[in-house]
T-cell receptor, first 111, second 118 residues
Framework: KAGVTQTPRYLIKTRGQQVTLSCSPISGHRSVSWYQQTPGQGLQFLFEYFSETQRNKGNFPGRFSGRQFSNSRSEMNVSTLELGDSALYLC??????????FGSGTRLTVV | AQSVTQLGSHVSVSEGALVLLRCNYSSSVPPYLFWYVQYPNQGLQLLLKYTTGATLVKGINGFEAEFKKSETSFHLTKPSAHMSDAAEYFCAVRSLYAGGTSYGKLTFGQGTILTVHP
């Protein structure tokens, strides 16, 4: 059974650019959540999508956005990158509220 | 609002010794509780979870945790540490309430780095 796939694994971007990260959930999982992990702030919830609808959003600026496609794959976009956006971005998929499977993450470095 | 406190950002044990990682949560009702492990440059791997039923939960790699409602705790233990257990461990909670601001949202502790000495 394939796990959660995140691409790319590593990214280096310049301040002011934008970036798109991709997450393919486990087959049959319709919920996809995104998290940002940094040494200073730890793991913070970005947003959650279910059946192409954003149902929940964390406390992040509008530069952070996402979407979900009909096959449940999800993308997140960060516009006008700042140095502080450097982080490991994790996505998790779930079928029920009691189980979340995480991908290996995308390591974003902003220079 | 829910919160999670992991006591001790670093824990060091000898190989073969007991592992005890502490987690306390704050929630108006008992939530779903999880322990995840993260190895360097990897994502999070689920060790175990408590939803309902038996309060002693067994997970992978010999880990277990006990949900104690009266103490609002969910400490992780392993009787005998192995070198391969060296990693960062995260306790997380999720509200029992399925909707609104709970959708997809796990609240994590700050993590505990476990070091295992030979």
């Amino acid at each position: 059974k394939a796990g959660v796939t995140q691409t790319p694994r590593y990214l280096i971007k310049t301040r002011g650019q934008q970036v798109t990260l991709s997450c393919s959930p486990i087959s049959g999982h319709r919920s996809v959540s995104w998290y940002q992990q940094t040494p200073g702030q730890g793991l913070q919830f970005l947003f959650e999508y279910f059946s192409e609808t954003q149902r929940n959003k964390g406390n992040f600026p509008g530069r952070f956005s996402g979407r979900q496609f009909s096959n449940s794959r999800s993308e997140m976009n960060v516009s006008t990158l700042e140095l502080g956006d450097s982080a490991l971005y994790l996505c998790a998929s779930s079928r029920w509220v009691d189980g979340y499977t995480f991908g290996s993450g995308t390591r974003l470095t902003v220079v | 609002a829910q919160s999670v406190t992991q006591l001790g950002s670093h824990v060091s044990v000898s190989e073969g010794a007991l592992v005890l990682l502490r987690c306390n949560y704050s929630s108006s009702v008992p939530p779903y509780l999880f322990w995840y492990v993260q190895y360097p440059n990897q994502g999070l791997q689920l060790l175990l979870k408590y939803t309902t039923g038996a309060t002693l939960v067994k997970g992978i790699n010999g880990f277990e945790a006990e949900f104690k409602k009266s103490e609002t705790s969910f400490h992780l233990t392993k009787p005998s540490a192995h070198m391969s257990d060296a990693a960062e461990y995260f306790c997380a909670v999720r509200s029992l309430y399925a909707g609104g601001t709970s959708y997809g949202k796990l609240t994590f502790g700050q993590g505990t780095i476990l070091t295992v000495h030979p």
